[in-house]
């Protein structure tokens, strides 16, 4: 499986973007993370194999959303309200096909194939 994150750009605060990650082969339980400079990679949303469960970091609840196509073998992260600190390098990663827990799913270890990162940069 290869996986191709889009989406990134320059925005200003408040506004909004839609990442996309697009999976050449069968997926699973998928992840977002992201890398501020100068900061360790850190979890932002997680979506299990069916769509039926769906994780948030702190940071981004309220003002993210994480969805799947499976037909498109694509997962999105919808991010409103924008702020300067959401400035990071995007990724998007594939998990296990079973059941994995909420913690685990938030955890970098869980993933084993990661994309290459689309850069979000927030101006205020």
């Known amino acids: 499986v290869q996986l191709q994150a889009s989406g990134g750009g320059l925005v200003q605060a408040g506004d909004s973007l839609r990442l996309s990650c697009h999976a050449s082969g069968r997926t699973a339980n998928m992840g977002w993370f992201r890398r501020a400079p100068g900061k360790e990679r850190e979890f932002v949303a997680a979506?299990?194999?069916?769509?039926?469960?769906?994780y948030y970091a702190e940071s981004v609840k309220g003002r993210a959303t994480i969805s799947r196509d499976h037909p498109e073998n694509t997962v999105y992260l919808q991010l409103n309200s924008l702020r300067p600190e959401d400035t990071a390098v995007y990724y998007c990663a594939v998990g296990g096909t079973g059941v994995q827990s909420a913690n685990l799913l938030r955890a970098v270890a869980a993933y084993g194939i990661w994309g290459q990162g689309t850069l979000v940069t927030v101006s205020s």
């Open positions: 979506i299990t194999l069916t769509g039926r469960n769906k």
